[in-house]
């Protein structure tokens, strides 16, 4: 039973150190390409962003309404109950 807790401890701590040292190992690797794919989708999103605004831009001179104009606005009567408050002497 000793010998079994031993070697249990001895495997978790081989896991341990061995995934340490991988760690150490790939991940400058990993964290590169997950810059590059963060920079890139950025960049695209730019792009598109750049190219829908110079498709929606105005001409010089040009008028553009974008909602049509309300009539006379009626105020709302009914706002709530009316309540009669008694002063307590």
Partial sequence: MFLGLLKTISYLLLFYYGFKFLAR???????????????KKAAQQ????ERQ????AVKEGETIIDKKPGGTQESKKSVGDYVDFEEID
């Fill in 53 to 56: 605004q110079q498709e929606a």
């Fill in 25 to 39: 190992l790939f991940a400058p690797f990993l964290i590169k390409k997950a810059t590059e794919t963060i920079k």
């Fill in 46 to 49: 730019f792009r598109e962003q």
